[in-house]
Nanobody, 126 residues
């Protein structure tokens, strides 16, 4: 059974930083491209960053470019999202997901992902 679990969310002031982690079990981690998504109340789920099997290719949404960095450690079956210069508009539930295929820039589309975590809340206060 596949399990995806996010951690690291919390409350932070604007301009601060957080690092989210995501562990995946029940699958061969290095065979799955991974992605981070977020959803704020009343808004659609947004793809914010994704990474290929080895970590050699990444894509990020314009809203987070230059502030957020996605990475992975396949030896630890763990995905990360380093978030810097946080803004109140980054407040959302953040989700980690795994997809069996690589879609290039299409990896920011939530519909290509098969396995999802339950999410971790990030709140940025002004």
């Amino acid at each position: 059974q596949v399990q995806v679990v996010e951690s690291g969310g919390g409350v932070v002031q604007a301009g601060g930083s957080l690092r989210l982690s995501c562990t995946a079990s029940g699958l061969t981690f290095d065979e799955y491209p991974m992605g981070w998504f977020r959803q704020a109340p009343g808004k659609e789920r947004e793809g914010i960053s994704c990474i290929s099997w080895s970590g050699g290719s990444t894509y990020s949404a314009d809203s987070v470019k230059g502030r957020f960095t996605i990475s992975r450690d396949n030896a630890k079956n763990t995905l990360y999202l380093q978030m810097n210069s946080l803004k109140p508009e980054d407040t959302a539930m953040y989700y980690c997901a795994a997809t069996p295929g690589w879609y290039g820039g299409g990896c920011l589309r939530f519909e290509v992902y098969k396995y999802w975590g339950q999410g971790t809340q990030v709140t940025v206060s002004s």
